[in-house]
């Protein structure tokens, strides 16, 4: 009765990374490191994606109910949480992105950040992250306002 942060991570990876080289690239550290690294940025992105479900309201099951010694939920997951906690996570990912790409504009004039990343290519990736937020925010409030077992719309009473 327990879902293991590992199934969270890989389907975060498999189904989010895949192509995605820069999540597992450091430079200057060990092999361990990096994974060390790698395991310590993906729990804060799952942290972060359980988070945001509970900034728009509580779930029928506590997703806080963690074993940090056994790394896992004390709840069995059905497959809509694990996507929607693996898209947010995804979410949250790019989120960096975006936040990185405003303090550039915060320390950079324009025309100095034109030299790194042409106008269109911030602005494809800022409206790309807006629509994840986006997204996230419709599949949040669905995911609320169903029924976990059954996945039927609540009742309204």
């Known amino acids: 009765m327990a879902t293991s942060y590992e199934t969270i991570y890989n389907g975060f990876f498999k189904k989010k990374l895949v192509d995605d080289k820069k999540y ?19 729990y804060n992105l799952m942290i972060q994606a359980i988070d945001e479900i509970y900034k728009y309201g509580k779930p029928q099951v506590d997703l806080y109910d963690k074993d940090e010694v056994l790394k896992q939920f004390n709840v069995d997951f059905i497959p809509q949480e694990y996507g929607l906690v693996q898209k947010i996570m995804y979410f949250k990912y790019y989120e960096e992105g975006r936040n990185m790409l405003n303090t550039y504009g915060l320390t950079f004039s324009s025309k100095e950040l034109s030299v790194f990343s042409p106008a269109n290519d ?36």
């Open 122 to 157: 911030r602005n494809s990736f800022l409206n790309m992250v807006k629509q994840l937020e986006n997204d996230c925010e419709q599949d949040i409030t669905n995911y609320l306002n169903r029924d976990r077992v059954t996945w039927k719309l609540k009742n309204v009473k």
């Open 24 to 42: 597992f690239t450091y430079n200057g550290v060990t092999a361990e490191d990096i994974l060390e690294l790698v395991e310590e940025h993906t």
